[in-house]
């Protein structure tokens, strides 16, 4: 409306059912008003007396420090009804994707809860399963799972459809598949029931976080171990989050490396900053405690040689095809020169010669082929 009437002026009064219905604080209000004005435009609200005159103008504001302060009070009741809902495990909104919004009517009144999508919540949790392998991509995975039947819920404007990359993202994300519900930074246990458990989520986002543009890339203050170190204390939160690198200068310009986690930015760990040796103190000490049976030796190298054995035949097997590829083409080949260089053919019969013996659906062309590679004589295949 407001291009409107800058740009094409031929509005002289606005019409509103209510300022409220306009502007929700005041100084919206003062800002649209200041351009109506400037521009001779009446406005007009159908159910409030607001008008050019000084008691009009009086109640015009009046009425918008009201609408703003019932806009705050109401968005603040809101929150306050939304942050118990989630403190006593309910789920706000639309459930997710393996989920399913269902009212219990079993008792004296009617109960909105949330349970497992009897269509949807099996394929979810198997998309969890897949992706913790680390031989799924995304992209991969969203194909799979379409073809395993998992669809996104239909609604009232969009059929249900395959899944986005950015959707699955967004699940394999989210720990209200824990049974956890989040409002406002801070983490709840819902009422609804858990999907996957800990050590699967944990797994899913190990390989997330492998694959992320955030691991083993350098930077202007580069360590090996940067991108492949992750924080204890919230590991033990159920949470991976890799540790990052702070460069400090003291004042005499000596230079100091120190590991921290990244939650320490938004306040939700605890764990100290620590400087690089004593991290690879720490990552030394570990791979020197790694000890392998001889049972678990022999049954790598077993598989390590099965692995190379199927490798090695299905080379030799592409080889072979590859070989037989190229005779096959040799004889074709050798067969269309002899042909072109016959002169005493027509040029027409010669090119639909040529035309049948291209394509590779005509079987008389493929068997004379055959026959001209056995005998030598170019004529028999003519």
């Given at each position: 409306m407001l291009s409107r009437v800058r740009q094409d002026k031929d509005v002289g009064t606005v019409i509103v059912y209510k300022l409220s219905r306009m502007a929700r604080n005041r100084y919206d209000d003062a800002i649209v008003m200041a351009d109506l004005r400037k521009r001779g435009i009446t406005l007009i609200s159908a159910t409030e007396a607001v008008d050019d005159t000084p008691v009009g103008q009086l109640m015009h504001g009046i009425l918008a420090t009201f609408n703003e302060y019932q806009s705050r009070e109401s968005g603040a009741d809101i929150a306050y009804k939304m942050g118990q809902k989630a403190k006593n495990g309910g789920t706000l909104g639309r459930a997710p994707i393996g989920y399913m919004n269902v009212i219990d009517r079993s008792g004296f009144r009617e109960?909105?809860?949330?349970?497992?999508?009897?269509?949807?919540?099996?394929?979810?949790?198997?998309?969890?399963?897949?992706?913790?392998?680390?031989?799924?991509?995304?992209?991969?995975?969203?194909?799979?799972?379409?073809?395993?039947?998992?669809?996104?819920?239909?609604?009232?404007?969009?059929?249900?459809?395959?899944?986005?990359?950015?959707?699955?993202?967004?699940?394999?994300?989210?720990?209200?598949?824990?049974?956890?519900?989040?409002?406002?930074?801070?983490?709840?246990?819902?009422?609804?029931?858990?999907?996957?458990?800990?050590?699967?989520?944990?797994?899913?986002q190990q390989v997330i976080e492998s694959r992320s543009t955030g691991g083993n890339r350098r930077r202007v203050h580069h360590h090996y171990l940067k991108g492949i170190v992750f924080c204890g204390a919230c590991h033990d939160r159920g949470i991976i989050q890799r540790l990052a690198i702070h460069h400090n200068t003291t004042r005499h310009g000596n230079?100091?490396?120190?590991?921290?986690?990244r939650h320490k930015q938004t306040k939700q760990c605890q764990s100290p900053h620590m400087s690089v040796p004593r991290i690879e103190d720490a990552v030394e000490r570990y791979y020197a405690s790694l000890t392998f049976s001889e049972q678990f030796i022999a049954d790598v190298r077993e598989q390590i040689a099965h692995i190379v054995a199927d490798e090695n035949a299905a080379t030799q097997l592409l080889k072979e095809q590859l070989a037989a590829e190229l005779a096959r083409l040799d004889v074709r080949e050798g067969n269309l020169l002899d042909l072109a260089a016959d002169n005493a053919m027509p040029v027409g019969r010669i090119r639909q010669k040529l035309r049948d013996r291209v394509s590779p659906t005509n079987a008389t062309a493929s068997r004379n082929a055959s026959v001209a590679s056995k005998t030598s004589c170019p004529m028999v295949s003519a």
């Open positions: 109960i909105r809860t949330v349970a497992l999508d009897p269509e949807r919540a099996d394929l979810v949790k198997l998309a969890f399963e897949l992706y913790a392998t680390g031989e799924y991509t995304l992209a991969d995975l969203v194909e799979e799972m379409y073809d395993r039947g998992l669809r996104t819920r239909a609604t009232v404007r969009r059929p249900e459809g395959p899944l986005h990359e950015s959707n699955l993202h967004q699940i394999l994300r989210d720990r209200y598949y824990l049974g956890k519900v989040s409002y406002q930074g801070e983490e709840y246990e819902g009422r609804h029931p858990a999907l996957i458990d800990h050590e699967l989520f944990a797994r899913v230079e100091y490396l120190y590991y921290f986690c």
